[in-house]
T-cell receptor
């Protein structure tokens, strides 16, 4: 158990819909990262937050957005869903050591868009 | 640009065989290097890390040495077990100026009894 929690574990929804994925980092970690893992594109970095502020952006679509709240949990919002958005979405957190250290991953949310 | 390249899988070995999974990187700064492991149905777990040249990371019988001259961080284990079957990811992180964390594409390892 990494200490990072993600909900829900599974999500099935239809094209065009909007969903919210939730992540709680390890106690004491200030950074939260979101990744998308699909079979054909591997592990893709989406976005990072540090103590409530956006720190870095990766290959995140405009239809996707995220935020980190004062209690440090984070939410990833996916809208106008397409079949190609079906994937595993992982959240990770890291200790407040400058962001260059190891990451601790949650168990993931499996999103299926039908 | 900065990148991580891993050998393609799957790698299939018999139990107690020697394992090497190659990883090379390209980076403009001085990265930290990591190996993560993903067991079926789970998230990634940090396996080992090295933060500077010639450092050796080790954990659970796995080892990798940070080789700056060859820009490599190959993962090795002397005797694999069936329970080592998983996907292994090499990764680097850079913090000079802006954050960057890059994962390789992953190498699937299958160990047969």
């Amino acid at each position: 158990d990494s200490g990072v929690t993600q909900t829900p574990k599974h999500l099935i929804t239809a094209t065009g819909q909007r969903v919210t994925l939730r992540c709680s980092p390890r106690s004491g970690d200030l950074s939260v990262y979101w990744y998308q893992q699909s079979l054909d594109q591997g592990l893709q970095f989406l976005i990072q937050y540090y103590n409530g502020e956006e720190r870095a952006k990766g290959n995140i679509l405009e239809r996707f957005s995220a935020q980190q709240f004062p209690d440090l949990h984070s939410e990833l919002n996916l809208s106008s869903l397409e079949l190609g958005d079906s994937a595993l979405y992982f959240c990770a957190s890291s200790p407040p050591s400058g962001g260059a250290g190891e990451q601790y991953f949650g168990p993931g949310t499996r999103l299926t868009v039908t | 640009g900065d990148s991580v390249t891993q050998m393609e899988g799957p790698v299939t070995l018999s139990e107690e065989a020697f394992l090497t999974i190659n990883c090379t990187y390209t980076a403009t700064g001085y990265p930290s290097l990591f190996w993560y492991v993903q067991y079926p149905g789970e998230g990634l777990q940090l396996l080992l890390k090295a933060t500077k040249a010639d450092d050796k990371g080790s954990n659970k019988g796995f080892e990798a040495t940070y080789r700056k001259e060859t820009t490599s961080f190959h993962l090795e284990k002397g005797s694999v077990q069936v329970s080592d079957s998983a996907v292994y990811f090499c990764a680097l992180s850079l913090t000079s100026g802006t954050y960057k964390y890059i994962f390789g594409t992953g190498t699937r390892l299958k160990v047969l009894a």
